[in-house]
């Protein structure tokens, strides 16, 4: 006689395994993912052996990411954005000076209060590996006239092995 | 007493939703995912204090080492007593790599086609050959004691890794003394108008 099945007695899968498994990853996607630092900019930046590792542990780097379009931002806030190419001449940089300005007021009067300590302000500057050059050029040129920039860090990728 | 039986001892926990709740914010963290990247820097001296300022094209270093990347594969043949520009071909991925008026070779853009990047750091190394060879034997007009410094002299369209990849090859052969050309484009029209606000009165 065939043996008749309780209609209660299902078969339950267990799912701790599963659960643990997906633990796992949440802490492992958790653990790789980069979302704390809204400085960066995801750009394609060239590589360079002879760079030096850049752990954007300074709070006072001020970082100036220049995307592949030209376009600057600080921040994730836009601050420049390139003029069309049919007309080049019309192009609008005065954010970006503003900040410079601010940057060295910042800088006298804190020299002006006889401060020991001068915060220097460093700048670094990241931008796509096809970047037009002029864009960059212009950052720093504005940083060395208004800002009084003397030196500046230009983003690049480690080389693997260095 | 009447004996609870086992199965009413120990209640059924409801994982469905926590299970949810989990796969949720799998799928989150796998799409905003982007690895940490190893990035660094190579730091460069700008002039102090002095912004683009027209003297520094019209004074140049008389013995300065110009390395000279001409986007477009423009040949721009430089001259310092004419300022001559000749122009030939012109290819938007193309940059042409000249030491003074050496010409070493074409560098091209890796954004679309990374098999470039090989022949790239042929060239540069070869620009960082030929340069260092200038610059050994090149003193400075300014302090015959020192060496002088590399100026490199890009395009506008000039795309961001070739200039990094010029510097890195000079920082490799232990020249630290890099200048870049200023663009009068942006020397001339940005500016807030308030010049000398910030001299420091001695």
């Known amino acids: ?52 590792k850049e752990k954007f542990a300074d709070e006072t780097l001020m970082v100036l ?12 806030k836009t601050y420049f954005t390139p003029p069309s190419k049919d007309r080049p001449e019309e192009y609008d940089a005065k954010r970006l000076e503003d900040v ?28 796509d590996r096809s970047t037009e050059w002029q864009w960059v050029q212009m950052i720093m040129q504005i940083a060395t006239k208004e800002g009084g920039v003397t030196r500046v860090q230009m983003g690049a990728m480690q080389e693997e092995g260095k | 007493m009447p004996k609870i039986p086992e199965e009413e001892k120990r209640p059924d926990l409801n994982m469905t939703p926590m299970i949810d709740i989990v796969f949720q914010l799998l799928i989150f963290f796998m799409l905003s995912m982007h690895f940490k990247e190893v990035e660094g820097k190579l730091i460069t001296t700008l002039p102090k204090d002095k912004g683009l300022q027209s003297s520094s094209v019209l004074q140049p270093e008389l013995q300065e080492v110009r390395v000279i990347l001409c986007a477009g594969g423009d040949v721009r043949m430089h001259s310092q007593n004419k300022g001559e520009h000749e122009r030939v071909d ?16 074409d560098l091209h853009k890796t954004s679309k086609d990374e098999s470039k990047i090989a022949p790239n750091r042929a060239i540069y190394k070869q620009i960082g050959a030929k340069t260092k060879e200038l610059y050994d034997m090149t003193p400075s007009s300014r302090d015959p004691s ?54 420091r009165k001695k």
């Open chain 1, 1 to 52: 006689m065939p043996k008749v099945r309780n209609p209660d007695d299902v078969d339950t899968m267990n799912m701790t395994p599963m659960i643990d498994v997906t633990f796992q990853l949440i802490i492992f996607f958790m653990l790789v993912t980069d979302m704390a630092n809204q400085q960066l900019e995801r750009l394609r930046l060239p590589a360079a052996s002879k760079a030096i």
């Open chain 2, 90 to 105: 012109k290819d938007p991925t193309v940059c042409k790599a000249m030491v003074e008026k050496i010409d070493v070779g």
């Open chain 1, 65 to 76: 990411n220049v995307t592949e379009k030209g376009v600057v931002k600080i921040q994730g």
């Open chain 2, 146 to 199: 020192k060496r002088s410094p590399i100026i490199i002299d890009a395009d506008s369209e000039t795309p961001y890794e070739h200039i990094i990849g010029v510097i890195n090859v000079l920082k490799e052969v232990d020249i630290e003394n890099i200048e870049f050309a200023g663009n009068p484009r942006f020397g001339t029209t940005y500016g807030s108008g308030q010049k000398d606000q910030f001299n």
């Open chain 1, 100 to 127: 410079f300005i601010g940057r060295r007021q910042d800088k006298r009067y804190q020299e002006l209060a006889g401060k020991d300590d001068i915060v220097k302000y460093p700048l670094l500057i990241r931008a």
